[in-house]
């Protein structure tokens, strides 16, 4: 009976963390999906209804939501740039992290206290609190440590798709487009290729149909990626557009520089890679070229003593 406890208790556990999970990452394809409604004109922005059940996952999640409204304006805006760059988009994204961090907190810790109670070994006290202590810690820092890798795996996509955005953007600009409609462009072109850079420009382009600035739109697009190259070129448009400059010639320079910059991180890569390959050198390759060559040797040998 016990062990079926266990069982059901453990089911219950990653059913449970899956859940929460598939709410954080279903906010952000529900805001977009809601911005693009509004884009095409096909109908207004959908609210949830009353009996839906993320919403009412949401209303449990109240007093989360409480804490996190009663917070700084500093340290909520740093909480919203943090989840708007891993791709979260929605406002309840906030309330679902940390939410999911002291549930799972809770329930890894709880779990490991009944199988330390019901298991094969019982440790004494002290062990037994430094378990459940650091399944704690594990399920308290597991949801940020996905953030951060989302983050991370986000921003590698979007440095690699740039270099080509840049050259169609500037393609479109030569072409006689404007700017907000190169983007959209873009965006349009590469959402199969880089679904990350054509998630950012459409946002940009968004904003840009909202009647935003052009300045605010592309601070708020380097802010939500968050890497210094597109910082760089944002700030660039923006000098470009409050000096009245050519805006064609400066992407251009902009294009140049970052091939330039993508060949020197391969040409370090590759002068890198001597360094790298003497480590299975050493421990593999040599070792087995000696056992091939000795080998034969050794056995002739034997034979003649």
């Known amino acids: 009976m016990i062990d079926i406890l266990i069982y059901v208790g453990a089911l219950g556990t990653v059913l449970l963390v899956l859940f929460s999970f598939y709410l954080l990452v ?6 977009l999906d809601r911005l693009q409604t509004t884009e095409t004109g096909v109908g207004v922005t959908t609210s949830i209804r009353k009996d839906d059940p993320e919403n009412k996952i949401l209303k449990m999640l109240k007093p989360f939501q409480d804490k996190i409204a009663n917070d700084d304006e500093e340290t909520s805006s740093k ?18 992290f940390y939410a999911s961090r002291l549930t799972l907190s809770i329930i890894l810790a709880s779990a490991t206290a009944a199988f330390l109670v019901v298991g094969p070994f019982t440790p004494d006290a002290a062990k037994s609190i430094a378990f459940v202590t650091v399944a704690a810690a594990i399920g308290y820092f597991f949801p940020l440590l996905y953030i951060i890798s989302r983050i991370q795996e986000r921003k590698l996509k979007f440095s690699e798709g740039l270099p080509d955005a840049m050259d169609m953007l500037l393609i479109c600009l030569e072409s006689g487009l ?22 950012q420009f459409e946002i940009a382009t968004l904003e840009f149909q909202a009647g935003r600035k052009r300045s605010e739109a592309l601070k708020n697009l380097a802010i939500r990626v968050d890497l210094p190259e597109v910082t760089s070129i944002t700030t660039m448009i923006i000098q470009s557009d409050q000096l009245g400059t050519s805006l064609t010639r400066a992407l251009k320079a902009a294009a140049d520089d970052m091939r330039r910059d993508r060949m020197l991180k391969a040409e370090e890569k590759a002068n890198a890679l001597p360094a790298k390959m003497s480590v299975p050198l050493v421990l593999f390759i040599f070792p087995t070229l000696f056992c091939i060559i000795m080998v034969p040797v050794i056995v002739k040998i034997m034979r003649v003593l």
């Open 26 to 31: 279903g906010a952000r394809d529900t805001a």
């Open 79 to 96: 909480r919203a740039n943090l989840m708007q760059t891993a791709g979260f988009y929605n406002p309840s994204a906030q309330t679902v």
């Open 178 to 199: 404007s700017f907000p409609a190169a983007m959209k462009n873009v965006a349009r072109e590469l959402r199969d290729v880089h679904p990350v850079v054509s998630e």
